[in-house]
Nanobody, 120 residues
Framework: QVQLMESGGGLVQAGGSLRLSCVAS????????MGWYRQNPGKQRELVALITTGGSTNYADSVKGRFTISRDNARNTVYLQMNSLKPEDTAVYYC??????????????WGQGSQVTVSS
């Protein structure tokens, strides 16, 4: 089991920056991957950024060059630095941790969500 606690959301003007943090209840080094997703009412949750144990990253095309995902293993924390924010970035942002067991079973754990609102 993994508990995730997010922080750092809020209201910002277009062009501004925010940094989201996600603290895990266990060593993130033991997790297969961690990521940030976002969702708006009536829409599917979408991947924003992903980082693996090995440090490989993957970004949605809409955020490439503006958002950066990083991890601090010592603090069991994953960050999402969001720059040059646009109104279309407005959403609830969720942290996800993926745990892969030795028998290849995969479990996904989600945070409670953090609201990001970008005003024009």
């Amino acid at each position: 089991q993994v508990q995730l606690m997010e922080s750092g959301g809020g209201l910002v003007q277009a062009g501004g920056s925010l940094r989201l943090s996600c603290v895990a209840s266990r060593s993130i080094f033991s997790l297969n991957a961690m990521g940030w997703y976002r969702q708006n009412p009536g829409k599917q949750r979408e991947l924003v950024a992903l980082i693996t144990t090995g440090g490989s990253t993957n970004y949605a095309d809409s955020v490439k060059g503006r958002f950066t995902i990083s991890r601090d293993n010592a603090r069991n924390t994953v960050y999402l630095q969001m720059n040059s924010l646009k109104p279309e970035d407005t959403a609830v942002y969720y942290c996800k941790a993926q745990l892969r067991l030795s028998d290849a079973t995969i479990y996904d754990f989600w945070g409670q969500g953090s609201q990001v609102t970008v005003s024009s």
